[in-house]
């Protein structure tokens, strides 16, 4: 929204001192008119390297990177690289920590660490010094995935390299950093059916037409539940306590399926979970469902008992939550990959859908055991 209304000037000086890892991102913000005139005020290095990183996704390596990189020959001396980085001065990038080997044709061969630069013998070569044991990243390979791999490895800066191995650029630990808030802000979003693009001071047209499509769903979903309920109302007329310990066999299960429902997706974006280890995930929250149910079906079934002074509501609704609960793992843990093979968001769509099944199965288990037994 900022950017929207920024003169062309402003938009111009704000860029002259960007990363070129930023600016990109700047750039496929800006209208198009802008961004002609960004692209010409730059010199001709920068723009080609600029547009080498817009070629790529944004949600890619090469998206990512930045092409202000330090490289050396592994045939020259340590003497001569440090006399080198003396001469660039400032002009060395922020956060450099290694130096990348490459060959004549700009072949990624390894990295040479500024701790190893400082500490061999000057007269000691590039190619001795050098290290073969990082491996470069692809420039296709998704963000979420060079964020799991600086975790993994806990690395502060990588080389991103194209299908022929020559390279193009680094990625630092502070774009990485970026990612993984990204990726946070997207599953807390999701959980209130927003896209993390939302933007706080958005246009209200525009916001309410984002967030009517997920209102319309809930509402449709609400409709479902009230349909439900509606197939006893015979029942709730007979037995009016069961109105008063509906919300208790509800919210036991939304509570319970959201506590996996938070699991699974994280797994998926942490690239732990996917369908090859789903059925471990499912009996493990099985076990936990079953566990919590029948523990907490025995706390509810004596308040129930105490409360309404009746043996038969309190074994009706202990059974619903243990019957809820246990549908409320087995739906966490396996919708959000049902969503994610149709091209589905798990992080925008599962809450509703998982509290749809909840509240569903809750009153219908609920009911109509009261409806066979009670009635």
Same mark, same amino acid.
């Given at each position: 929204a900022l950017i929207r209304h920024m003169a062309p000037e402003e938009?111009?000086?704000? *860029?002259?001192?960007?990363?070129?890892?930023?600016?990109?991102?700047l750039v496929q913000q800006m209208p198009s008119a802008i961004t002609a005139e960004v692209m010409n005020a730059l010199d001709d290095q920068r723009r080609k390297r600029l547009e080498a990183v817009l070629s790529y996704s944004e949600d890619t390596a090469g998206g990512l990177m930045n092409t202000d990189t330090v490289t050396v020959r592994p045939e020259v001396t340590l003497d001569v690289v440090l006399?080198?980085?003396?001469?660039?001065?400032?002009?060395?990038?922020?956060?450099?920590?290694?130096l990348f080997v490459v060959n004549r044709d700009d072949g990624y061969l390894g990295i040479l660490m500024l701790s190893q630069l400082v500490t061999r013998n000057p007269e000691d070569t590039v190619a001795e010094a050098m290290s073969l044991n990082m491996q470069p990243i692809r420039a296709e390979m998704l963000t979420s995935e060079v964020a799991r791999r600086f975790e993994a490895h806990d690395m502060l800066s990588a080389p991103v390299v194209d299908d022929d191995g020559r390279l193009l650029g680094r990625i630092t630990v502070d774009d990485v950093i970026d990612?993984?808030?990204?990726?946070?802000?997207?599953?807390?979003?999701?959980r209130a059916g927003l896209s993390e693009d939302e933007d706080m001071f958005a246009p209200v047209l525009a916001s309410a037409r984002r967030r009517a499509l997920w209102l319309g769903i809930n509402l449709a979903t609400a409709f479902l539940a009230s349909w439900v309920i509606g197939q006893f109302e015979e029942t709730l007329t007979k037995v009016v306590a069961l109105a008063v310990l509906m919300p208790i066999v509800a919210s036991m299960g939304g509570i319970a399926g959201s506590q996996t429902l938070t699991l699974a997706i994280r797994g998926i974006a942490l690239g732990q979970l996917s369908s090859k280890n789903a059925r471990a995930l499912m009996l493990k929250e099985l076990a936990v469902g079953t566990l919590n149910s029948l523990v907490w079906a025995?706390?509810?079934?004596?308040?129930?008992?105490?409360?309404?002074?009746?043996?038969?509501?309190a074994i009706l609704i202990g059974a619903a939550i243990t019957i809820?609960?246990?549908?409320?793992?087995?739906?966490?843990? $396996?919708l959000p990959l049902l969503l994610e093979r149709?091209?589905?968001?798990?992080?925008?769509?599962?809450? $509703?859908?998982?509290? *749809?099944?909840?509240?569903?199965?809750?009153?219908?288990?609920?009911?109509?055991?009261? *409806?066979?037994?009670?009635?």
């Amino acid at each position: 929204a900022l950017i929207r209304h920024m003169a062309p000037e402003e938009l111009l000086a704000a *860029t002259e001192k960007l990363d070129l890892d930023d600016l990109a991102d700047l750039v496929q913000q800006m209208p198009s008119a802008i961004t002609a005139e960004v692209m010409n005020a730059l010199d001709d290095q920068r723009r080609k390297r600029l547009e080498a990183v817009l070629s790529y996704s944004e949600d890619t390596a090469g998206g990512l990177m930045n092409t202000d990189t330090v490289t050396v020959r592994p045939e020259v001396t340590l003497d001569v690289v440090l006399r080198y980085l003396r001469r660039l001065g400032e002009g060395v990038p922020e956060d450099t920590d290694k130096l990348f080997v490459v060959n004549r044709d700009d072949g990624y061969l390894g990295i040479l660490m500024l701790s190893q630069l400082v500490t061999r013998n000057p007269e000691d070569t590039v190619a001795e010094a050098m290290s073969l044991n990082m491996q470069p990243i692809r420039a296709e390979m998704l963000t979420s995935e060079v964020a799991r791999r600086f975790e993994a490895h806990d690395m502060l800066s990588a080389p991103v390299v194209d299908d022929d191995g020559r390279l193009l650029g680094r990625i630092t630990v502070d774009d990485v950093i970026d990612v993984i808030r990204e990726e946070g802000e997207h599953q807390f979003m999701g959980r209130a059916g927003l896209s993390e693009d939302e933007d706080m001071f958005a246009p209200v047209l525009a916001s309410a037409r984002r967030r009517a499509l997920w209102l319309g769903i809930n509402l449709a979903t609400a409709f479902l539940a009230s349909w439900v309920i509606g197939q006893f109302e015979e029942t709730l007329t007979k037995v009016v306590a069961l109105a008063v310990l509906m919300p208790i066999v509800a919210s036991m299960g939304g509570i319970a399926g959201s506590q996996t429902l938070t699991l699974a997706i994280r797994g998926i974006a942490l690239g732990q979970l996917s369908s090859k280890n789903a059925r471990a995930l499912m009996l493990k929250e099985l076990a936990v469902g079953t566990l919590n149910s029948l523990v907490w079906a025995v706390v509810v079934a004596v308040i129930a008992g105490v409360w309404f002074d009746s043996a038969a509501i309190a074994i009706l609704i202990g059974a619903a939550i243990t019957i809820n609960l246990v549908f409320a793992a087995i739906t966490g843990s $396996v919708l959000p990959l049902l969503l994610e093979r149709i091209g589905i968001d798990p992080a925008l769509a599962g809450s $509703v859908l998982l509290t *749809t099944v909840t509240d569903v199965v809750g009153f219908l288990s609920f009911l109509g055991l009261a *409806t066979l037994f009670l009635v």
